[in-house]
Nanobody, 121 residues
């Protein structure tokens, strides 16, 4: 059984940085892709960044040039380096993983427990 745990959130001032991490446990066959989402109160959850097994990355337009997603395959961990944070980056950040759950290559998606990021102006 796979479980994900995000950490690294906190309260920071505008312009400061945070580094989020999300570690997966119970991985038998590996993680194909990792994603970071965020959700502000009263808003829909939005995709912030993603990284695939081929190291291809994608970012929401609002964070391009400021956020960097990376992964450590050996540790089954994904990171999100967030620089030049803005108040509009405030929200609960969730990690999501496309996990291989069988030898045949079947994949399921799993959500991690969110971590709160608050950016004050």
């Amino acid at each position: 059984m796979c479980s994900l745990q995000a950490s690294g959130g906190g309260l920071v001032q505008e312009g400061e940085s945070l580094r989020l991490s999300c570690a997966a446990s119970g991985i038998a066959f590996g993680v194909r892709a990792w994603y970071w989402y965020r959700q502000a109160p009263g808003k829909q959850r939005e995709l912030v960044a993603g990284i695939t097994s081929a190291a291809s990355t994608n970012y929401a337009d609002s964070v391009k040039g400021r956020f960097t997603i990376s992964r450590d395959n050996a540790k089954n961990t994904v990171y999100l380096q967030m620089n030049s944070l803005k108040p509009e980056d405030t929200g609960v950040y969730f990690c999501n993983a496309a996990v291989v759950v069988s030898a045949s290559g079947t994949m399921w998606t799993y959500w991690g427990k969110g971590t709160q990021v608050t950016v004050s102006s």
